[in-house]
């Protein structure tokens, strides 16, 4: 076997050096019953050959998002990765390190992980970010559980606009706090759909947070300044979720708007879609909360030399330390793919990022223009970033599924999200990046005017 | 001329931080311009937005920085760090096993890595043939009939198992209150028992370093929801007496959950359903390889007994006449279910990993793997029980626990061998844990490494070992001195907390 | 200088001079072989001036890098005053734990408190007695 190293003679000579002539010496202590009762039915190794063979017929088996037109979105997207972050993530020193619990031997690490605190630090307008989440929905729910512990109140509202995932991820990891959590109806976007003064309505001295998403679920963007400051009035804190972070370059930051907390999913830069995972959750909030801020920090400090150097800091709020009391139970984060997002961020810098933005939001303007010559075929957002939603005069789903096998990816239909909402049957969410070509965006104008038709 | 030569690498001398290869790195904040950037994209049209009032008006104030100069900046960085591609990382419960990159090069095909988590089932058979094929590998190595895979991490499996078990006792009229955990589990056990609404309770090990039978069957009683038990434990020891706790918590109702971040000594040996146990967490990226990338990602399937299959959490994927389908909902047939852990189906790419190493390995070597690993990690007890103290006697499994007690004497004590251990070329084994042994050294090598690599490391540990009695104390106690950076201050960074780069405090001196 | 009174989980409280005949006010910290074991403090937690708190409630979190520990009030009362110094320079609680780095003062509910704990002799005796 190409991996384990010894011979039959080394491992004899070990087991005549630890005293022992069978292995099975060194397993006395299992239960015989156990033991004896593995059936070793299991294939027996493979070769590179074979293994490469095996997975090739079943990744043959799908349609690559890179293979077709895709206009999918709804919390995961598809940008351009540059060659280099793939190639610098698999350097063996960043891709087969563990924790950087020894800092004299993990610098490597420890600096990129500061670097990724203030890339996030910044581009949210927060004061601070920890090293990284699962994905942007736990982060949502730790940002949930922090403030039920900042705020010492049990009301969560949830905005109508946050992900249907999202909402499901916060409901069910709460489950079993004090929290109890309200949330509004999702709606459509429509004419009036802007403001947040039915949200506002609902905070009172018994509420923990406000959740809400930037852009929303359906696309729309939102001014939540307004909001930010009843929060503040009212003692609750505001979270902002967003799950597309380019999105941030485009548009006011959470931060100015008066965020506490502002959490989201890093994915869209230097992470593949990977079929919904590993991908990067981020975390940023003010430096008052930061004793009860979830997940690990590298902060800087200086070694025996007095050369700047990293350690993870504030360790007592974690499971290792804090146990039963720790802020979170997170342990294994999303190291490398905040790496990749850090390294994607480095190289389009703050000019690559604008432009980046800027392309994003003229290819869905682009798309949104060519749909809505079609018959029948609405859009209902008034704003929106690189997503949309559109009302279809027939179900979506049915439609979606007739130009997947037309190898076109057309779509998100939300009732997929909200099998109990009829009213959603006829609506999908658009979302175009810079990989959204012009002839991408005829071909799906002209295969769903098709279908319409 | 010849004078200013001179004069020339003086100055350089006196001024240069870099030594031979390894080269000072700033942050990148502190480097490139504006208007530098390390892409081209196509041009912009520049048409009016849509936006509404939101248009971002100020700069983030990244930095720019070309192509070049970014690979240069994280090669850099990269070469301060230790890693498993380098030499033995022999962290103990960490499992730091080679990564094979076969794994990685499968994981990055189109087919797995560019599909969306929400394109139509249709064109997404392939990722769930796959997924199903994970599961019952880990069914045939568990022996449980349903695998939860959505978990992203070892702690995260942890949630998933605490909340199917309180589910499934809700069911059954009664959540209870407590959850005991060995003294010598995890942190994560006992915080994930709070963030599943339980208090906890510690369970007393015995002098032999495996769990006292007769407390925990005193502390059982009807408030007690579920026990939580790593096997083997963190002392490097198997549990002997699994079936009698098994029996005992399930006497008093409760359930037995285990933590799987040691099943690397005993997979392909013995299937964990036949210990007793309820459910339990794996670690792909323990166990099977799948990368840590510095501190993640992970991925923590649950494994459980068809009892508590009901309360998995969704999605799951199921096989019919027409192909695999997806349930992403609760609904008739997804009553029970606790609910959704994270946003997506799970750590597809972790899963493509670790597929390819089980393949890799078949039943033959992973049951080499358990073998190994408990060999190496024996062998090494076995040159070092006349030079370290260890608190229990006896052979391990796939990790040995020393500690400081014979060095004390000499005033040395265990962070001075971890760092010293540095200065010699490995990575330091987990120490300071588990936290009954003082000053505790838990030594995993794993079954990757050879017998050369661990005659290197006995040598190095003796050698500290013996400096111990000499002069030469203040020397070690002063590792390492051949790393990029020496001991930091952690105080410094705990009183004073500076966690992102401003703009007004600039580069501090290197 | 009062005498203070001590409890086996290494607190200290002595009464504020002239505060015993109306009520009477504690003084409470950790003492040296406390700081001592918790090795360089980075953190201190302490009560909200106002609250009343029972003896043995914990009453403040201390913080070193790898450890966290809480404070247990050694009597009961209402708070009346905190040393904002030990929270902006919590170093002071390592250098001088019996005078500068003092924790919190309480009006005590009930002085008859203080003759359940240890004397200074009977506190060094139970230190000795731990190691």
């Known amino acids: 076997m190409r991996y384990l190293p010894h011979t039959k003679r080394e491992r004899e000579l070990m087991m005549a050096k630890i005293g022992i002539e069978n292995i099975n010496e060194l397993f006395d202590q299992i239960p015989e019953t156990a033991l004896s009762s593995f059936a070793n039915t299991l294939p027996s190794h493979s070769g590179e050959l074979e293994v490469t063979h095996h997975l090739q017929s079943l990744a043959n088996l799908n349609l690559a998002a890179s293979d077709a037109p895709s206009f999918l979105g709804g919390g995961a997207y598809r940008h351009h990765i540059p060659a280099t972050v793939d190639s610098l993530i698999q350097r063996g020193e960043f891709l087969t390190s563990y924790t950087p619990y020894q800092p004299e031997i993990s610098q490597g690490t420890l600096q990129a992980v500061f670097e990724f605190q203030t890339q996030v630090a910044l581009l949210t307008g927060m004061e601070l970010a920890n090293a990284s989440m699962y994905d942007g929905s736990t982060a949502c729910a730790e940002a949930v559980l922090m403030a039920g512990r900042v705020t010492k109140r049990k009301k969560v509202i949830l905005s109508g606009g946050l992900h249907p995932f999202y909402c499901d991820v916060v409901e069910t990891l709460a489950q079993f706090s004090e929290l109890s959590i309200e949330k509004s109806r999702p709606e459509a976007p429509a004419k009036g759909h802007h403001d947040t003064a039915a949200l506002e309505k609902r905070i009172n001295k018994e509420t923990a947070c406000v959740v809400v998403q930037y852009p929303d679920f359906f696309g729309l963007i939102r001014d939540f300044s307004q909001l930010g400051e009843q929060c503040k009035k009212a003692g609750a804190l505001l979270i902002i979720v967003f799950n597309e972070p380019v999105a941030l370059a485009a548009l006011k930051s959470p931060g100015e708007m008066g965020a506490d907390i502002v959490v989201g999913e890093g994915q869209s830069l230097g992470v593949g879609l990977n079929f919904g995972g590993p991908y990067v959750g981020l975390f940023a909030t003010k430096s008052q909360y930061l004793r009860q801020t979830p997940g690990r920090i590298a902060g800087q400090t200086e070694d025996l030399d007095g050369k700047r150097g990293w350690v993870l800091t504030l360790n007592t709020r974690e499971q290792h330390i804090r146990r039963e009391k720790a802020t979170s139970n997170i342990c294994t984060n999303s190291g490398l793919c905040a790496l990749a997002f850090s390294i994607h961020l480095s190289l389009l810098g703050e000019k690559g990022l604008s432009h980046l933005a800027t392309l994003n939001h003229e290819a869905a303007m682009s798309t949104a223009d060519r749909l809505c010559n079609i018959d029948g075929l609405e859009i209902l957002n008034e704003t929106y970033f690189n997503e949309f939603t559109v009302r279809l005069p027939k179900p979506a789903g049915p439609l979606v599924e007739t130009l ?10 939300i009732r997929r999200l909200y099998p109990n909402r009829e009213d959603f049957d006829n609506l999908m969410l658009v979302n175009a990046t810079e990989l959204t070509s012009d002839s991408d965006i005829n071909l799906l104008a002209e295969s769903i005017s098709e279908e319409l038709s | 001329m010849n004078k200013e030569i001179v004069s020339d690498t003086k100055m350089i001398s006196s001024t240069a931080t870099n030594k031979g290869l390894h080269i000072e790195e700033a942050l990148i904040f502190e480097q490139g311009s504006t208007d530098r950037s390390g892409v081209d994209l196509p041009e912009i049209s520049g048409r009016s937005d849509r936006l509404g009032k939101l248009k971002r008006l100020d700069q983030i104030g990244l930095p720019g920085l070309s192509e070049p100069e970014i690979v240069r900046h994280y090669t850099r960085l990269s070469r301060n760090n230790y890693a498993i591609d380098i030499g033995l990382y022999p962290l103990g419960s960490c499992t730091m096993k080679h990564n094979p990159r076969l794994n990685e090069a499968v994981a990055r095909l189109p087919g797995f890595s560019n599909i969306h988590p929400l394109q139509p089932p249709s064109t997404v058979q392939g990722a769930m043939a796959l997924i199903k094929e994970l599961e019952e590998w880990l069914t045939a190595l568990t022996g449980f009939p349903t695998i939860a895979l959505s978990p992203a991490a070892g702690a995260q499996g942890e949630l998933c198992g605490l909340m199917v078990i309180r589910s499934y006792l809700e069911k059954q009229g009664d959540p209870r209150e407590t959850v005991l955990v060995a003294d010598s589990a995890h942190g994560t056990n006992p915080a994930t028992a709070t963030m599943c609404g339980y208090r906890t309770k510690s369970i007393p090990s015995n002098d032999s370093g495996t769990l ?51 099943f690397n000594a005993i997979v392909g040996k013995v299937k964990p359903a036949d210990l007793g146990i309820d459910i339990m967490h794996l670690n792909l990226h323990k166990t099977f390889s799948t990368p840590h990338g510095g501190g993640g990602p992970g991925s923590g399937p649950v494994a459980m007994t068809s009892v508590l299959a009901p309360y998995a959490p969704l999605p799951w994927i199921e096989e019919s006449a027409s192909g695999f389908t997806i349930t992403e909902h609760l609904g008739d047939h997804s009553q029970q279910s606790f609910g959704r852990m994270r946003a997506w189906h799970g750590q597809m790419g972790m899963f493509v990993r670790a597929l390819s190493y089980l393949i890799s390995h078949g039943g033959d070597g992973l049951r080499q793997v358990a073998e190994d690993a408990v060999l190496n990690a024996n062998y090494i007890r076995q040159g070092l029980h006349k030079h370290y103290s260890m608190p229990y006697p006896g052979t391990c499994m796939h990790e040995v626990l020393c500690d400081d007690q014979s060095l004390k004497p000499a005033g040395l004590k265990t962070l001075d061998v971890a760092k010293a251990l540095i200065d010699q070329g490995f990575h330091p084994m987990t120490i300071y844990f588990p936290l009954i042994v003082n000053g505790a050294m838990l030594i995993e090598p794993t079954e990757t490494e050879t017998k050369e690599i661990l005659d290197q490391f006995i040598d190095a540990m003796i050698t500290i070992a013996n400096h111990s009695t000499s002069e030469n104390i203040a020397a070690l106690q002063n590792a390492p001195v051949h790393t990029p950076r020496r001991r930091l201050d952690e105080t410094k960074a705990a009183r004073n907390p500076i966690l992102r780069w401003l703009q007004d405090t600039g580069p501090s001196a290197t | 200088m009062r005498k203070a009174k001590y409890t086996k989980d290494h607190e200290w409280v002595r009464l504020e001079e002239g505060g015993e005949k109306t009520n009477a006010i504690g003084i409470v910290g950790i003492t040296d072989f406390a700081q001592e074991q918790l090795g ?92």
């Open chain 3, 40 to 131: 360089d403090i980075v953190f201190v937690e302490l009560p909200e001036v106002g609250i009343t708190v029972q003896k043995g409630d914990e009453a403040a979190t201390i913080e070193s890098v790898k450890a966290a520990s809480e404070f247990f009030t050694p009597v009961s009362g209402k708070v009346i005053n905190i040393n904002n110094t030990i929270i902006d320079d919590p170093g002071l609680i390592n250098s001088d734990p019996r005078e500068v780095g003092w924790f919190f003062s309480l009006e005590l509910a009930d002085p008859s408190e203080l003759e359940s704990l240890m004397d200074e002799a009977a506190y060094e005796s139970f230190v000795t007695s731990l190691s």
């Open chain 2, 212 to 262: 006292d039978l007769q407390a925990l069957e005193n502390m059982l009683d009807n408030k007690v929801a579920a026990v939580m038990l790593t096997n083997p434990n963190t002392c490097g020891l198997f549990e002997g007496q699994i079936l009698e706790i098994s029996d005992a918590v399930h006497k008093s109702g409760a359930l037995l959950y285990c933590d799987g971040a040691n």
């Open chain 1, 404 to 413: 997947a096998q037309k190898k076109i990816l057309a779509g998100v239909p």
